[in-house]
């Protein structure tokens, strides 16, 4: 199999290579309910049991990829912990995983992070996820299908991540570009998902959904992809050194993550707690309003 390269893989590609042993395709699909609501992060397991891409595992967002005693919600899962599951699923050291959901690519996204995170950079997220292979009239299946237990090992990769403290630490620096992609309510303070509204000091707003093509489901091309970031104040022709992006927990921020990579810059590191965490801390700064 030609592994192919950067960071999706398109409809057509996954349909030809449909029960190639060295493919694992994972269906994260998972929904987010509005702000306020208790529990707000939900997998949607259901679904996948009444149809899915055949021989598709599923992996529960909210369990099978955080740190269930980390406070902060839907923290990256410890690497013994992360590998111990990722062997539960059949996906091992030598595995390409193909990560689709239905929600815009911010599941998709979060696992891909999470496995390069954890040294596994053999991931791909398919464009346009569940709704376009389903609108495309691709085989589907209720069928589940065991994978046999593999072997993952987990190197985090620090690099990619960011926690509080360092992101703190960096604040202000001319080499640092912060990248909030909530949408831009919640980034000037109208409503927020923590005990206090607005956005870290310095940041830009892009939000995640302004990435993706509304009709088709997939990622703009690269010139529109350019062109959502200038609206927003980012030349993507002069990026600084370092990048963070961040969300309300570190997943939606994973679609701006993935459009700079299309972009050609793999560097991006996510701010894991992002709003959960800074907008429930009143001794970090925050700013309000619509500008950075």
Not at 140 to 166: D, I, K
Not at 267 to 290: F, K, Q
Request: glycine share 10%.
């Amino acid at each position: 199999m030609t592994e192919p390269g950067g960071v999706l893989v398109s409809t057509e590609w996954l349909a030809s290579h449909l029960g190639d042993a060295a493919v694992v395709v994972v269906d994260i699909r998972g929904k987010v309910l509005p702000l306020g609501s208790k529990p707000r992060y939900l997998p949607k397991h259901d679904d996948y049991v009444a149809s899915h891409v055949p021989g598709a595992v599923f992996v529960d967002w909210t369990r099978d990829i955080v740190d269930s005693d980390d406070p902060v919600p839907v923290q990256i899962a410890r690497p013994a912990e992360f590998a111990a599951r990722m062997g539960e699923l059949g996906i091992g050291d030598d595995a390409l995983v193909v990560a689709y959901d239905d929600y815009d690519h911010v599941f998709a996204g979060r696992l891909a992070w999470a496995l390069r995170y954890h040294g596994h950079d053999a991931v791909r997220v398919l464009d346009g996820g569940w709704s376009r292979w389903v609108a495309e009239g691709r085989p589907t299946t209720p069928q589940v299908q065991a994978r046999a237990h593999a072997t993952f090992t987990a190197r985090p990769e620090g690099a990619l991540r960011r926690t509080a403290s360092e992101l703190r630490a960096r604040l202000g620096a001319p080499d640092l570009l912060l990248i909030d992609a909530r949408a831009p309510d919640q980034y000037a303070g109208v409503v927020s998902a923590a005990a206090r509204g607005g956005h870290i000091p310095g940041a830009r707003n892009v939000p995640y959904a302004r990435l993706v093509d509304p009709h088709t489901g997939r990622f703009l091309p690269p010139a529109d992809i350019a062109r959502a970031f200038a609206e927003a104040g980012i030349d993507v022709g002069h990026l600084p050194r370092e990048i963070v992006v961040y969300c309300n927990g570190g997943v939606s921020c994973t679609v701006p993550q993935n459009a700079l990579r299309l972009l050609g810059r793999d560097d991006v590191a996510v701010y894991d707690g992002s709003w959960n965490e800074w907008g429930a801390d009143p001794a970090l700064p925050a700013r309000t309003g619509g500008t950075p």
